[in-house]
């Protein structure tokens, strides 16, 4: 996996498959060129684009890596495809609070909505809302390797987006609600994952303790 970060502050990753990578999340716009940089230096062609979620830092360059990709496969929950098309509606049962954070929509629709339990590429899509109500994690099987999103962040330390970090407010500050992002972070905690890998900040190793005090820290 290759970590790609702009200005040390949002990530995507590439992930390896036999056929090619997947790219999960897309940075912020005018990221396409450092992305399409690392997939050549890496010598594999970028074959899907999985989200994790709606927000604009998540999705910024999927329009422009969609046009230099032909064929590309997107994929994002069906929950936060209609927030990638600007339908800003709450669902019935869900908790009537604002939807925070930078929603700017894309031309691009989903070749493929995803729902719990899907595959992409090796990659299990796991149902993690409450940051955006359809926000999803990718667990790597192969190496336990957990993108988690902004579930967690690590920039500032491990914390979940369940409440605002001061050492890092932004994913806190554009979570949609936060106890429903508490339980997804105790959902992904059970997975016991090798690395977390999140959508800000480091990759860290052996992270199952630093979840645990963050959870422990967003409960309280
Ligand atoms: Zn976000």
């Known amino acids: 996996m290759e970590r790609i970060s702009r200005f040390g502050l949002v990530n995507a990753y590439l992930v390896p498959e036999d056929d090619g990578l997947t790219l999960v999340d897309t940075l912020i716009p005018r990221s396409a060129r450092p992305v399409l940089a690392a997939a050549e230096r890496i010598g594999a062609p970028i ?47 869900e908790p009537d609070t604002k939807l925070r954070g930078s929603y700017p929509g894309t031309k691009t629709r989903p070749t493929r909505e995803l729902q719990p339990a899907d595959r992409v590429g090796s990659l299990e899509v796991i149902a993690t809302p409450g940051h955006t109500p359809g926000h999803v994690a990718f667990l ?32 806190g500050m554009a979570t949609w609600h936060g ?16 690395r977390l890998a999140p959508g800000h900040g480091k990759v860290v190793e052996a992270p199952a303790a630093a979840m645990d005090a963050a959870i422990a820290k967003g409960a309280a």
Do not use: K, Q, W
């Open 179 to 194: 106890p429903t992002v508490l339980g997804s972070a105790r959902a992904l905690r059970a997975l016991d994952a090798a």
């Open 47 to 93: 074959r899907r684009i999985a989200l994790t979620h709606a927000h604009g830092d998540h999705v910024g360059s999927l329009d422009d890596l969609v046009a230099a990709l032909p064929g590309v496969e997107v994929l994002i929950s069906a929950r936060d495809a209609r927030l990638l098309a600007r339908d800003m509606a709450l669902d019935p049962g």
């Open 140 to 171: 790597d099987p192969r190496d336990r390797t957990l993108y988690c999103g902004d579930v967690f962040s690590t920039l500032g330390g491990v914390a979940t987006s369940a409440r605002v970090n001061p050492r890092f407010p932004l994913t």
